[in-house]
């Protein structure tokens, strides 16, 4: 996603946020070492630095992002196919596939996308595991095809796009026409955790470069999660 990584410590800490906790009581399996074919496709991201993952483990994630509130902004997704952008190790991804027709894992890290095809098949049930498909993408691009999902979902990931307004024009051309978005990030406040409060976005910002995208029904909530706000809007 347009450089998605705009500084190393801040690339750190994504590895490590967007690859916390799969599996329903928030642990992290470690992630398999990149493979010797993909060196090229992960020159972007640094390597992971032990220990970052397993200290933000320990703030309960599910408890304070309250994931499935989150989901119930969504509405019913029996029907949808939902890209999950910066789907690490598919904290939100393995939850959409119990509830929507299909879900796109996508990530910039093959480490992530590999490791998320071998943790649905402990997850999901046999008749569930059909219904998601991880992929890998490029910073600049979510590889979702024209018209392809009907909701997209960027959890914990907007603040390290760097042209975020473009990614944002870029990302209406995989949505359905009517298609939905919802945006999960840090309030720019102190708390007790999250990233650096310099690279985190405010919400009227976030706000106004959806507007500047050209999405409509921008409908924001800062009040439902304790650190983070939710935006939803329609291509």
């Known amino acids: 996603m347009r450089n998605f990584f705009p500084a190393p410590g801040a690339a750190l800490f994504i590895l490590s946020l967007i690859g916390l906790?799969?599996?329903?009581?928030?642990?992290?399996?470690?992630?398999?070492?990149?493979?010797?074919?993909?060196?090229?496709?992960s020159s972007d991201v640094p390597p992971r630095k032990p220990g970052i993952a397993?200290?933000?483990?320990?703030?309960?994630?599910?408890?304070?992002?309250?994931?499935?509130?989150?989901?119930?902004?969504l509405g019913d997704l029996k029907d949808k196919t939902v890209a999950d952008i910066g789907a690490g190790t598919g904290f939100f991804s393995l939850r959409l596939a119990s509830v929507a027709k299909k879900v796109i894992a996508i990530d910039?890290?093959?480490?992530?996308?590999?490791?998320?095809?071998?943790?649905?098949?402990?997850?999901?049930?046999?008749?569930?595991?059909?219904?998601?498909?991880?992929?890998?993408?490029?910073?600049?691009?979510?590889?979702?095809r024209p018209n392809e999902a009907d909701v997209v979902v960027i959890?914990?990931?907007?603040?390290?796009?760097?042209?975020?307004?473009?990614?944002?024009?870029?990302l209406k051309n995989g949505l359905s026409d009517g298609g939905r978005l919802l945006i999960v990030d840090f309030k720019k406040k102190r708390m007790p955790l999250g990233p650096p409060?310099?690279?985190?976005?405010?919400?009227?910002?976030?706000?106004?470069?959806?507007?500047?995208?050209?999405?409509?029904?921008?409908?924001?909530?800062?009040?439902?999660?304790?650190?983070?706000y939710i935006i939803t809007a329609r291509k």
């Open 54 to 73: 397993d200290d933000y483990l320990n703030t309960n994630r599910v408890i304070w992002q309250k994931p499935d509130l989150v989901l119930q902004q």
């Open 155 to 170: 959890v914990n990931t907007y603040m390290y796009i760097k042209d975020r307004v473009g990614y944002l024009r870029n």
């Open 21 to 41: 906790s799969a599996c329903r009581n928030d642990s992290a399996p470690a992630l398999p070492p990149p493979s010797a074919d993909t060196t090229d496709q």
């Open 108 to 144: 910039i890290d093959p480490r992530f996308v590999s490791h998320l095809d071998s943790l649905k098949k402990l997850e999901l049930p046999t008749d569930i595991q059909p219904r998601l498909e991880t992929r890998l993408a490029k910073p600049n691009d979510p590889n979702l």
């Open 197 to 228: 409060q310099d690279i985190r976005v405010p919400l009227f910002l976030a706000e106004d470069e959806l507007y500047e995208a050209g999405y409509r029904d921008i409908a924001t909530n800062d009040t439902s999660l304790d650190y983070q």
